[in-house]
């Protein structure tokens, strides 16, 4: 009787392309997949306040970032929901168009909240802020939420992510 051991095995790059591999659609390829919550974390000060609304530019612009490496296929509306420093999404996506000069970005990008009103905080884990903001959010292909932990009750716990996820998922 021949009993043969399989050896566990990983992939390694440059193998042949596993069957399915490669076949996902984007938002921003090869980075963030349609219909999917991606999540930019980083150490302070590292540049995701900057990153984030250059990548929410390339999508609505269907543009290339960096030197074209990662591309939208179409332009889509993007809803950017900052919870601080509104003001400064608002002029960093200025810097980014002066440098970029992608009309179609600066039609498909809504900032919530206006940063010229008052700002009373948002809590994305209750139904009255969704209901707020539904239409917003309707016309919306791709959505940036920056900062995660200022759209909830204080802390990013179980309960919290399943809440969020709740309404993310809708």
């Not at 980083?42 to 530019?57: D, E, F, M, N, T």
């Not at 292909?141 to 809708?170: A, C, E, P, Q, Y």
Request: net charge negative; hydrophobic share 40%; glycine share 8%.
């Amino acid at each position: 009787r021949d009993i043969s051991i399989i050896k566990p095995q990983g992939w390694k790059l440059g193998d042949p392309m596993p069957n399915g591999a490669g076949k996902a659609k984007y938002q921003l390829e090869p980075i963030i997949p349609e219909a999917s919550v991606s999540l930019l974390y980083s150490a302070p000060g590292v540049g995701k306040s900057w990153l984030a609304p250059l990548i929410a530019y390339a999508i609505a612009g269907a543009i290339g970032i960096p030197d074209g490496r990662w591309k939208a296929r179409s332009p889509r509306n993007c809803l950017f929901i900052s919870t601080e420093m509104t003001a400064q999404v608002v002029s960093r996506l200025d810097t980014i168009h002066r440098s970029l000069g992608c009309q179609e970005a600066v039609a498909n990008i809504t900032i919530y909240p206006h940063p010229d009103k008052p700002y009373h905080g948002i809590n994305l884990e209750e139904e009255e802020t969704w209901d707020g903001i539904r239409e917003l959010i309707a016309d919306a292909d791709f959505i940036v939420i920056d900062h995660l932990t200022n759209v909830t009750k204080g802390d990013i716990d179980s309960r919290s992510w399943k809440r969020l996820w709740f309404f993310l998922d809708r």
